[in-house]
């Protein structure tokens, strides 16, 4: 994927969720791996990729769009505390999450 198809907010909404992900209380520990594909540690380097500008490999897209879906649909309850971390509100959270899932070179 290309750096260029998202927004820098939308690149820092990414980076941020990613981040909340790993570092948060979203997800129990228990079920994160099942939940996301990916252990907190994996997704801790997806958000360094995205937060630099790395080369991104369909398997970090995969790990993001994971846990961008998750964040949005998990119950968790915590969408107050999300959108406090990442300065986005939920909206825009799914934009970011659309445009990432339309750019995303999954097969």
């Not at 994160?32 to 907190?40: K, N, V």
């Not at 801790?44 to 964040?71: C, K, Y």
């Amino acid at each position: 994927m290309s750096m260029r198809d998202l927004t820098p907010a939308e690149r820092t909404i990414v980076t941020l969720c990613l981040d909340e992900a790993a570092n948060g209380d979203y997800f129990p520990d228990w079920e994160f791996e099942t939940l996301i594909g990916a252990s907190r540690s994996t997704v801790r380097d997806a958000a360094l990729r995205f937060s630099t500008g790395l080369e991104i490999s369909p398997e970090m897209e995969s790990v993001a769009l994971s846990v961008l879906n998750n964040l949005l649909g998990y119950p968790h309850a915590k969408m107050d505390q999300l959108e406090r971390n990442t300065r986005a509100e939920g909206r825009t959270i799914l934009e970011a999450f659309t445009r990432l899932q339309k750019s995303a070179s999954l097969d």
